[in-house]
Every structure is written in C-alpha cells, then in structure tokens.
Antibody, heavy 125, light 111 residues
Framework: QVQLQESGPGLVKPSETLSLTCTVS??????????WSWIRQPAGKGLEWIGR???????TYNPSLARRLTMSVDRSRNQISLNLSSVTAADTAVYYC?????????????????WGQGTTVTVSS | QSVLTQPPSVSAAPGQKVTISCSGS????????VSWYQHLPGTAPKVLIY???KRPSGLPDRFSGSKSGTSATLVITGLQAGDEGDYYC????????????FGGGTKLTVL
C-alpha cells in the first residue's frame, strides 16, 4: 500500500524559498501511470492545486504559481520535491503531496487517490 | 474565486440525504472526469468518487456521484456524524492553461 510523507521546515522567512520533500513508500515513484501532485490549504480556506510531476520529469504547474515554482523527482530516493521561491505570508498553508493516478493506458483516471498527512508551513520573520 | 462553484454549506440530520453540486464550464467539467474529495477535520483528504461516478474499492455505496453537461453532483445518503467535514469537487481545466482545479468546498454539517 502506497504511503506518502511530506517533510520540510515548518517556518520560512519572507522572500526566501520554501522547500518540501514528499517520500513515497510501499510503491515506486517510477510507475508509468502515476503523477505526483502538490496541493495546499491555507487556514480557513479551500484546497489549491499547486502542480504535478511525472518520474520522467514532465510537469504541469498552477499558472498563478508557475513563475516561482520548481518541482523535481529523485527516483533513487523515491522522493518528489517542491521549491517555491520569494514566499510571502500568503504562502502559509498546510502542504500535501498526493498521487495522481491513471490506468488502462491513460484512458482511465483515478484522480488524487493517495494523500500524505500534510505538513504545515508558516511564512514569517 | 474558483472556476468550479459549490455551495458553501449543506446540512441534514443523521440518516437523511444531502446533495452537493459542482458547477463548471465546457473547458473543465464539460470535457473531463470529475472527482470528489472528503476532507474530515485532522485528516488527509480522501477521494470519494473518480471518473464522475465510480467509487474506490471499499467505499460504502452511501456515496454516489453523477455528471450532466457542465455540472456534477455528489449525493450522500444515510448520513452519519462521521461524515461531517468538507467536500471538494476537482477536475482538469483545459482553458488557456491546463491545470487541475478544485471547487471552493462545501461544509457538511450533520445536525
């Protein structure tokens, strides 16, 4: 059973870069039909999709964040990383990673079917 | 402001039924699969419905989904206290920039 665990600093200073890692266990990050997504939720607000990446390095980002966003994959460690630069208080949120899964040679779509527990990031000086 | 519109809140008594709507457009719900997510307090979100109307293995059939045109609906029957939380629809949007979008979320209160 695939499990995801987010990790990273809980406090980041304004204008600095937020860096998070998602470790995948119980399965391989290199599965052909899986993407790996990041989603965040500011306190009292709804879910916001940040972006996703495939193990081949191809990625899609939320246009509102793309200018500051970089995602990467480390297949040797079974990890996905997120870097968000020039952060402000508006980036304070719980950050989740999730598996974005397809089947039947991409014709079927399970959606975001496995989620990590989330990690809280506060942007403050 | 999400491109998907959900009611901010719904409520019903235990054992009753609730319906949560998700309104989109031709560039998202009109052409792509809708999924629904349950987010209970203190837990990670969980997929309830994928491909508009399919339930993951092991999910009770109290939860059902449907899609018509540019709208989707989640129905929960036999409400239980443990169902209280937030519910989100999600879909890929193929407008100017391709991205996944969530609805604004609906808070379900079990009276």
């Amino acid at each position: 059973q695939v499990q995801l665990q987010e990790s990273g600093p809980g406090l980041v200073k304004p204008s600095e870069t937020l860096s998070l890692t998602c470790t995948v266990s119980g399965g391989s990050i290199s599965s052909t039909f899986d993407y790996w997504s990041w989603i965040r939720q500011p306190a009292g607000k709804g879910l916001e999709w940040i972006g996703r990446i495939h193990n081949d390095g191809s990625s899609t980002y939320n246009p509102s964040l793309a200018r500051r966003l970089t995602m990467s994959v480390d297949r040797s460690r079974n990890q996905i990383s997120l870097n968000l630069s020039s952060v402000t208080a508006a980036d304070t949120a719980v950050y989740y990673c999730a598996r974005d899964s397809y089947y039947d040679s991409w014709s079927g779509y399970y959606g975001l079917d496995v989620w990590g527990q989330g990690t809280t990031v506060t942007v403050s000086s | 402001q999400s491109v998907l519109t959900q009611p901010p809140s719904v409520s019903a008594a235990p054992g009753q039924k609730v319906t949560i709507s998700c309104s989109g457009s031709r560039s998202n719900i009109g052409i792509n699969f809708v999924s629904w997510y349950q987010h209970l307090p203190g837990t990670a979100p969980k997929v309830l419905i994928y491909e508009n109307d399919k339930r993951p293995s092991g999910l009770p059939d109290r939860f059902s989904g449907s899609k018509s045109g540019t709208s989707a609906t989640l129905v929960i029957t036999g409400l239980q206290a443990g169902d209280e939380g937030d519910y989100y629809c999600g879909v890929w949007d193929n407008s100017l920039s391709v991205q996944f979008v969530f609805g604004g979320g609906t808070k379900l209160t079990v009276l």
